[in-house]
């Protein structure tokens, strides 16, 4: 069974990791090494994005087949409900797909919680119908909104409201709720204002809800995480995007690894992330494991399960702030949209 199988069949809303087979990889760089040892002891308690989760759990099985004297539990409750219990001091590393809003660094800053904020692989949304459907092969961002606006609610209800020449078919919605981050991403990118959306919809933190919701209803349109789509190709159809910005590509473009690492997939490719409590890092287990964490020679994981891992430069960047122990956010609007990391990490 590969990797990518065996995440799936392990996704319970809490996993208690226990070492599974063993990849063994060298590092050339000292600072990522992972020790060869199994000394290491401890438990690592961590929570929030349903998409980062098949990154972070991956990391977790290969790093305790070194170490099998840690533990790791990995809680999935989107990337808001990640937040709330890591800055009430619940959990060690908030898995996260935006970065972290006001209202949260200031519970953070009530409970005393300093972090380190580190990007750790590229996604981007996915737009999805039913495979019955052969009308929506490409929308636009206004059309998007159309559909997806708070005023499209109790009025937009079937697809020939969105363009004439789509045939009259009830249309009904699946996305994710609202605490999680891809339904932030989401709206800021579409509607223009994070958290804006109609709220008659199907909505689950659970992508192989919406997955099902999609593939089971020929009338249906959702969204969720790139990776998601790459594994569930027979049961749902992308849909290419066209935004309207000829410096992003021509026309229609479709959701691939390609079209994100050429940035002409916009606005619905963003960065990941994982914070990292301060105090956490004091910890040698938890220090061992983001250090094996951010390891180039780990790319080859985050390109396995879907996702595009970052360039060497922004590897750098990150694994810097991450020796310095730099806390706080370097996205001081909350946003990702046309953000460049190379550039932001500066600061």
């Not at 590229?122 to 052969?134: H, K």
């Amino acid at each position: 069974m590969n990797k990518i199988s065996k995440l799936w069949l392990s996704f319970p809303l809490i996993i208690l990791l226990t070492g599974l087979q063993s990849c063994t990889q060298n590092n050339s760089e000292a600072v990522t090494k992972v020790p060869e040892t199994t000394d290491l002891t401890g438990n690592i308690t961590i929570d929030g994005s349903s998409t980062v989760f098949p990154i972070t759990q991956a990391m977790a099985e290969d790093f305790q087949d070194a170490n099998n004297g840690v533990k790791i539990a990995i809680g999935v409750s989107g990337t808001g409900g990640g937040f709330k219990k890591f800055c009430a001091g619940e959990t060690d590393i908030s898995n996260a797909s935006r970065p972290i809003k006001k209202e949260e660094i200031e519970k953070c800053a009530q409970g005393g919680i300093e972090y380190v904020e580190l990007p750790v692989a590229f996604d981007a949304l996915s737009v999805v119908v039913n495979p019955e459907n052969d009308w929506a092969v490409c929308l636009t961002k206004e059309e998007l909104q159309k559909i997806w606006q708070p005023s499209a609610q109790g009025s937009i209800a079937n697809w020939k409201q969105i363009r004439s020449t789509f045939p009259d078919q009830p249309i009904n919605l699946y996305g994710p709720g609202t605490d999680s981050g891809t339904f932030d991403y989401f709206t800021e990118a579409i509607n223009d204002k994070s958290g804006e959306s109609r709220g008659d919809y199907t909505a689950s933190e659970d992508d192989n809800l919406i997955v099902q919701g999609v593939g089971g209803d020929k009338g249906a349109l959702g969204y969720f995480g790139l990776s998601y789509l790459e594994e569930n190709l027979t049961k749902v159809k992308p849909v290419a995007i066209d935004d309207g910005d000829p410096s992003n590509g021509e026309g229609c473009i479709e959701p691939s690894i390609a079209t994100v690492e050429t940035g002409t997939y916009q606005p619905l490719a963003r960065p990941i992330f994982i914070y990292i409590k301060k105090s956490s890092l004091e910890r040698p287990e938890i220090k061992s494991f983001i250090e094996f964490y951010l390891s180039k020679d780990q790319k080859s994981i985050v390109d396995e399960i879907g996702y595009i891992h970052l360039s060497d430069s922004v590897y750098d960047k990150v694994l810097a702030r991450l020796l310095a122990q730099k806390t706080g956010t370097v996205f001081s609007n909350n946003s990702t949209i046309g953000v460049k990391l190379d550039d932001v990490l500066q600061n």
